[in-house]
């Protein structure tokens, strides 16, 4: 089955603490993304990676950090330098190096409550 | 700064009654369009996009949506929706330059169709 793969569904968060959220693809794209969705906010951007080792800040970085050593996997950490970390996380793909690669797909979100 | 504005943050529709949610984007270059729909309880997927060629462009479902330049908009239609077309529904662009995929996301617009 190819797709985008995150887990887990749902976490839990105490003050204080740092939270890692997984995001796998095996959809062999480039580039990889994570937002985040607040009700009336839409989509905002909080990093993004385009090739392995290498990723760049989005709209709203402060307070997350990512990795990306295989093409396959971005994870998102939330640290606890994020004052409002409850939201819907979001994690995308895109492929492709020809004008159409911009096309992202989704996985199905990991909900981050603090408790 | 690049930017999308979607007009209608809340449309409540009938069964049977035509769809328009609009869709207008800051910048004049070259650009990729995007709608994408999420379902209550499902992930975001696309529901069309237009890179070049036809400016009307048929997607899933039925919908459909027409790219006119001069006025920068990007509109999403459907003729007769259904009580499945429940969602929230998103205009993303590419503002393209070489290998940017990053894509700038509207508001977007929460449909409630009523049976």
């Known amino acids: 089955d190819g797709g985008i793969t995150q887990s887990p569904k749902y976490l839990f968060r105490k003050e204080g603490q740092n939270v890692t959220l997984s995001c796998e693809q095996n959809?062999?794209?480039?580039?990889m993304y994570w937002y985040r969705q607040d009700p009336g906010q839409g989509l905002r951007l909080i990093y993004y990676s385009q090739i392995v080792n290498d990723f760049q800040k989005g709209d709203i970085a402060e307070g997350y950090s990512v990795s990306r050593e295989k093409k396959e996997s971005f994870p998102l950490t939330v640290t606890s330098a994020q004052k409002n970390p409850t939201a819907f996380y979001l994690c995308?793909?895109?492929?492709?190096?020809?004008?159409?690669?911009?096309?992202?797909?989704f996985g199905p979100g990991t909900r981050l409550l603090v408790l | 700064a690049q930017s999308v504005s979607q007009h209608n943050h809340h449309v409540i529709l009938s069964e049977a009654a035509s769809l328009e949610l609009g869709c207008n984007y800051s910048y004049g270059g070259t650009v990729n369009l995007f709608w994408y729909v999420q379902y209550p309880g499902q992930h975001l997927q696309l529901l069309l996009k237009?890179?070049?060629?036809d400016p009307l462009v048929k997607g899933i479902k039925g919908f459909e949506a027409e790219f006119i330049k001069s006025k920068f908009s990007f509109n999403l239609r459907k003729p007769s929706v259904q009580w499945s077309d429940t969602a929230e529904y998103f205009c993303?662009?590419?503002?393209?330059?070489?290998?940017?995929?990053?894509?700038?996301w509207g508001l977007g617009t929460s449909l409630a169709v009523n049976p």
């Open positions: 995308a793909s895109s492929g492709g190096r020809t004008r159409g690669g911009e096309t992202q797909y």
């Open positions: 993303a662009v590419n503002f393209y330059a070489g290998n940017n995929r990053k894509l700038i």
């Open positions: 959809l062999n794209h480039d580039a």
């Open positions: 237009y890179f070049s060629g």
